[in-house]
C-alpha cells in the first residue's frame, strides 16, 4: 500500500479547487456515515482480540490462517521475565544473541549478561561489535522468528508448581490426612515431599513465617470460638509454642483473659481442635492472598 501510494503521488499533477472540495466532502461524508467498523482480515480480528481470546486459540488461528504476529516483535520480546530471555540465549547462536542483547534496554541486558559465563559472555560482547552492518530487514527478521518460538511453546495449564498446589490442598487437610500424605510423598518422590512441605503453612508454622507485630491484626479477622478452641486443644496436639507464641504478642489484658477461658475449656477434641487451627490457617491465608499480610520467607529458601 505504501509503495502504491508512492507511485500515485507520482503520477499526479496539479488538482483544482473544486476537485479538491469535492473529494474532502465525499470523504468527510463517508466518515460521518460510519456507525462501527472492524479490523478487516484475521490479521487484523486477532489484534484486536489480543488479550481477549486465549493464547492457545490465537496461536491456532494464525497458524491456520498463515498471520504472522502484527506489530514489533522486539516489543513482546524486551517485556520477557529475565529466565525466558537467558533460555533464548543459551539455544540461539552468538550472532542472534548479540542482536538481542542489542535490542534489550541497558539495564536489562546489562543483568542478562552477568547470568551467562564468562566465555558465553565474551564472544557475544563481541559479537556486538560486530552488528554495525546488520540490516533493519534482518532484524526485524530475527524477531520475528524469536517471537515465533515463543507461540510454538507449550503453555501450561496450571499458572502454580505442582508443589504449591499440593500444599495449598493439604493446608485445609486434617493433620492426620496431611502426615500421611507427606509420608508416601516422601517414600515415592523426595524432592517433590522437600517442595511440598516448604508450600505448607500450619498452625505449627506460626512462629516462625509470622512477625510478632502481626499477630493483633491475625487475630482480630479470627473467629473467637475458633480461636480459643485451638489454643485449648494446642497442648494435647504437640503445639504448645505457637499457642505461647500467640499468648505472647497479643494484648496483655487479651492474653490473661484467653488463658482463664483455655482453663476452664476443659479437655478439647482432636478433631475440634484441628479444625479450628485450619480456620485460623485459612484467615493467615486469605490476608496474604489479600496483600494485608508478608509471610517471613524460611531460612532455607532465602540460603536458596
Not at 190 to 198: H, M
Not at 279 to 291: N, P
Request: hydrophobic fraction near 45%; aromatic fraction near 2%.
Amino acid at each position: 500500500m505504501q509503495a502504491e501510494l508512492t507511485h500515485q503521488m507520482g503520477a499526479m499533477r496539479v488538482v483544482d479547487r473544486a476537485t479538491l472540495a469535492a473529494v474532502i466532502e465525499e470523504f468527510t461524508d463517508a466518515i460521518d456515515s460510519i456507525g462501527l467498523s472492524f479490523p478487516g482480515g484475521i490479521a487484523g480480528a486477532l489484534d484486536a482480540l489480543d488479550g481477549r481470546i486465549s493464547h492457545e486459540t490465537s496461536a491456532r488461528l494464525r497458524k491456520e490462517a498463515g498471520v504472522r504476529a502484527a506489530g514489533d516483535p522486539w516489543k513482546r520480546l524486551r517485556a520477557l521475565p529475565h529466565e525466558d530471555l537467558q533460555a533464548i540465549v543459551e539455544r540461539e547462536s552468538t550472532e542472534v544473541s548479540a542482536v538481542l542483547l542489542s535490542k534489550l534496554a541497558i539495564p536489562v541486558a546489562a543483568g542478562l549478561l552477568g547470568c551467562l559465563t564468562g566465555p558465553q559472555a565474551r564472544q557475544i560482547t563481541y559479537a556486538v561489535s560486530l552488528t554495525s552492518d546488520v540490516t533493519p530487514d534482518a532484524i526485524e527478521r530475527i524477531g520475528l522468528s524469536l517471537a515465533a518460538q515463543l507461540d510454538l511453546r507449550k503453555v501450561p495449564a496450571f499458572d502454580t508448581h505442582a508443589a504449591d498446589r499440593l500444599g495449598a490442598i493439604l493446608n485445609f487437610s486434617s493433620t492426620p490426612t496431611r502426615d500421611d500424605v507427606l509420608s508416601g510423598l516422601e517414600e515415592t518422590d523426595q524432592d517433590l515431599a522437600t517442595r511440598v512441605r516448604k508450600a505448607i503453612f500450619t498452625f505449627a508454622n506460626i512462629p516462625a513465617r509470622i512477625s510478632p507485630r502481626d499477630i493483633p491484626r491475625v487475630l482480630r479477622e479470627v473467629d473467637p470460638g475458633a480461636l480459643l478452641t485451638a489454643m485449648a486443644g494446642a497442648e494435647d496436639a504437640g503445639l504448645a509454642t505457637p499457642r505461647d507464641f500467640i499468648l505472647e504478642n497479643m494484648s496483655g489484658r487479651m492474653a490473661d483473659q484467653l488463658r482463664e477461658d483455655i482453663a476452664e475449656a476443659g479437655k478439647i477434641k482432636p478433631a475440634d481442635a484441628d479444625e479450628a487451627m485450619s480456620a485460623i490457617v485459612a484467615v493467615i491465608r486469605d490476608m496474604q492472598a489479600r496483600g494485608d499480610l508478608v509471610l517471613i520467607k524460611e531460612a532455607e529458601d532465602e540460603a536458596e
